[in-house]
């Protein structure tokens, strides 16, 4: 059998194909004249179609018409925090013959918008324009479409929840890493919304996990009242660190991401990954009909998400007052 004819799940450079409980028959490939292929890129572990958001991917997909071991071919790639991987990755997919990529992270988006591949961003990638992936949101150019992240909104937004927990905040940790352009751009949207509301802020910029020993001693010697991280596969790999450090000095944090919340993290605000997968499941499916990403403009999620972990808290000593739990739109108990 041709190696066109094999759904493979790749993990990293060399990646092997899934074994024969994931890879579809001969049969169920013949039936369909075209096998759609589409790839997934992240600088974190790579996504699975059968949990999480690839989940999501492939079941929007279904829905629409493309169903896996079908008419339907899955890669997927995930660098596994090492972004100097990124590029080299993409290039596999390119290899692959994808269709369509759909990325998480800005490094993920550049190298697919760099390698020419018809490219849905999911999540991850900051503000398209200001990160020069995009010549307008309304009219992308190029070869990138997908989901906008309005980060100034959500800083403000997660911000003003530290703020409601902690009315007396006045100092706010912020994590973030320097080498992703995207978050870095995000962490400004998050001290310029500080600013407006009068509370300082203390940066955290990382680089590799090494530094967080760094940032956790720069709060030791000059205390915050909350930490706000922002996510990226670094952060988002040195999670734990971060709910340690905040438990152990009794510190409200919030994440941007719900599963970061149901992984032990205090409480997280962020877009509905339901609905953005699902809505890049829909833009792909129209870049497998023809049409050219240039032509697809930018979406904004219209779904955001309150979850506080009240395990989290009681463990850790914080109270949180029953109003505040109450605007919650999920509660981890």
């Known amino acids: 059998m041709k190696r066109r004819d094999f759904l493979r799940l790749g993990a990293t450079a060399g990646a092997a194909a899934l074994g024969a409980a994931g890879t579809p028959s001969r049969s169920a490939l013949s039936q369909s004249a075209k096998i759609y292929r589409v790839g997934t890129l992240t600088v974190g572990p790579p ?77 991850g990638s900051g503000d398209p324009v200001k990160t020069g992936l995009v010549t307008s949101l309304a009219r992308p150019g190029g ?67 090494d530094d967080f020993n760094e940032a956790f001693a720069t709060m030791d010697s000059s205390p915050p009242d909350a930490i706000l991280m922002v996510s990226d596969s670094l952060t988002l790999l040195n999670r734990r660190r971060v709910f340690d450090y905040a438990a152990l000095h009794r510190l409200p944090a919030i994440y941007e991401q719900d599963f970061v919340a149901h992984d032990g993290g205090l409480m997280s605000y962020g877009a509905d990954q339901k609905e953005s997968f699902d809505r890049a499941a829909a833009l792909v499916a129209k870049i497998f009909q023809g049409a050219k990403p240039a032509d697809l403009p930018f979406e904004l999620p219209t779904r955001y998400l309150l979850v506080i972990n009240l395990k989290t808290a009681k463990a850790t000593g914080i109270s949180l007052p029953p109003d505040f739990v109450a605007l919650a739109d999920e509660v981890i108990e």
């Not at 009315?167 to 352009?181: G, I, S």
């Not at 995000?186 to 990382?206: F, H, I, N």
Request: zero cysteines.
């Open 47 to 123: 996504i699975p179609p059968t949990a999480g958001t690839g989940r999501i991917l492939i079941e929007g997909l279904r829905q629409r018409g493309y169903t896996l071991g079908q008419n339907l071919a899955y890669e997927a790639r995930g660098a596994a925090g090492n972004v100097r991987q990124t590029a080299n990755l993409m290039q596999e997919l390119k290899a692959a013959n994808v269709d369509v990529v759909v990325t998480v992270s800005y490094p993920a988006a550049a190298a697919a918008k760099a390698s020419g591949v018809p490219t849905v961003i999911a999540s």
């Open 143 to 209: 070869n990138v479409t997908g989901i906008s992240d309005d980060a100034a909104a959500l800083s403000t937004k997660r911000l003003g929840l530290l703020k409601q927990l902690s009315p007396r905040l006045h100092k706010v940790a912020m994590l973030w890493n320097k080498d992703d352009l995207g978050m870095s751009q995000r962490y400004d949207a998050s001290a310029k919304a500080a600013q407006e509301m009068g509370v300082t802020v203390l940066p955290l910029g990382v680089r590799e996990p």
